[in-house]
């Protein structure tokens, strides 16, 4: 299923688009970012954090798989697949970090979700494109969520 488009003319409107995600996700999603560098994910996850209530910044997880803020409305686990080689990709199924674990469902968020082989049985991909200075989003995924995305951004 792929929903209408919504456009991000600078990065306040990535943020503020973060933030909404952050307040209404319901745990357990798995929000799957693409777009090349530089096309505003960790723009989204820092406004994601802020919509979550997480007061520590977000950067991007470097020395650790993946990166936990438990502080908020649910957790967040946000995870970067572009630094690791394919042999660690190959496999990985992010969504199955809650289930088997002593891990509370959140919301998991992957950047340069692109290189994933498997999709989970519920999942939003955000495709974020540059347009001139500005950026799009192109949104696809199951119905589940895109309905949930329908309406968080009825009034956007
Ligand atoms: N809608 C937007 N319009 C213009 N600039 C934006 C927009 N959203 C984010 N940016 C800017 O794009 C730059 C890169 O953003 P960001 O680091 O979030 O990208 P990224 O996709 O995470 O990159 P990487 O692939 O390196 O992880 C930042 O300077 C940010 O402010
Ligand atoms: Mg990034």
Redesign the pocket.
């Known amino acids: 299923m792929t929903s209408p488009t919504l456009f ?4 306040d ?2 943020h503020r688009l973060g933030v909404q995600l952050g307040q209404t996700l319901p745990p357990g999603t798995t929000l799957l970012l693409q ?10 996850v820092q406004g994601i954090g802020a919509g979550l209530g997480i007061g520590d910044r977000i950067v ?1 997880p470097t020395f650790t798989l993946i990166n936990e803020y438990d502080e908020g409305r649910i957790p967040l686990y946000h995870l ?1 697949l ?1 630094r690791l080689d394919s042999s660690e990709v190959q496999g990985l199924q992010p969504q199955l970090y809650w289930e088997g674990w002593e891990v509370e469902p959140g919301l998991m968020v992957v ?1 340069w979700a692109e290189r994933l082989r498997e999709l989970p049985d519920s999942y939003l991909t955000l495709h ?1 494109l540059y347009r001139d ?3 799009q989003v192109q949104v696809s995924g199951t119905p589940d969520l895109c309905a949930v995305w329908t309406r968080l951004t009825a009034d956007f």
């Open positions: 991000l003319a600078n990065a409107a990535t777009g090349e560098l530089g096309a505003g994910k960790t723009t989204l991007s970067d572009y950047e974020l200075e500005a950026r």
